[in-house]
């Protein structure tokens, strides 16, 4: 249960394009959002996160012909899944989810915006050096734990649970409150990462 001033409600990515009929659902994706209502009652203090892709995005596999979403390559960041076109600013796919209750968030952070680099993580760019500003948000408001929830799990969730704890702060990953992609064994691989990181992973009736 958030206790004190310092504890943030941080929600991932609850976009029409990662739900169902989205251009890139994540597996029952829909199901997070009355559970992240729920929890939002708890919380005074809640932030959003946006993927926010400009048309043409590089990490769009229509960018590079001769690619299919999903394919794997490499960039001078490193390693680049291709996906489906998603989130492309301005269109409905971008758009929160239509019952997600957004009003009472004192930030919404948007990522992904750069044409040349993708970004999963609330807090940086997928290089790991170009921040979002979250940091120095979170830092200057006070807030020291994050609870955190959304889409998906191992991707965009994990990738900001890993960061948080990188730069310092408390991160507690809200398991039902959140859905995973789970490609190639992607969420066995965050569970993992969680556990090695000191990311707790807790279910909403314990929050």
């Known amino acids: 249960m958030p ?28 199901a997070v959002v009355p559970v ?9 203090h809640r932030v959003l996160t946006q993927d926010w892709h400009p048309a ?15 394919e794997l390559i490499e960039v001078a960041y490193g390693p680049q899944v291709l996906w489906p076109d998603h989130c492309v600013q301005g269109t409905d796919g971008a758009a929160f989810h239509p019952d997600l209750a957004v009003t009472g968030a004192e930030m919404i952070v948007r990522k992904g915006f750069r044409e040349q680099i993708d970004s999963y993580s609330a ?10 500003g979250l940091a120095g948000y979170l830092r200057e408001r006070g807030f020291s734990r994050l609870y955190i929830a959304g889409l998906a799990t191992d991707y965009c969730v994990a990738y900001s ?22 490609l190639d064994g992607s969420l066995g691989a965050a569970l993992r990462q969680f556990e090695e990181a000191g990311v707790e992973l807790v279910t909403s009736h314990a929050v």
């Open 123 to 132: 807090f940086f760019e997928n290089d790991q050096k170009t921040p979002t």
């Open 56 to 70: 043409g995005h590089a990490s769009f596999a229509s960018s590079h012909a001769g690619r299919s979403p999903f």
């Open 3 to 30: 206790e004190h001033d310092n504890d943030l409600f941080l929600i991932i990515d609850v976009q029409n394009d990662f739900c169902a009929g989205g251009n890139l659902a994540v597996p029952d994706g829909d």
């Open 161 to 182: 649970a890993l960061d948080a704890r990188r730069l310092g702060f408390q991160a507690i990953v809200i398991d039902d409150a959140c859905r995973a992609i789970d």
């Open 36 to 44: 992240i209502n729920a929890l939002g009652e708890r919380f005074p």
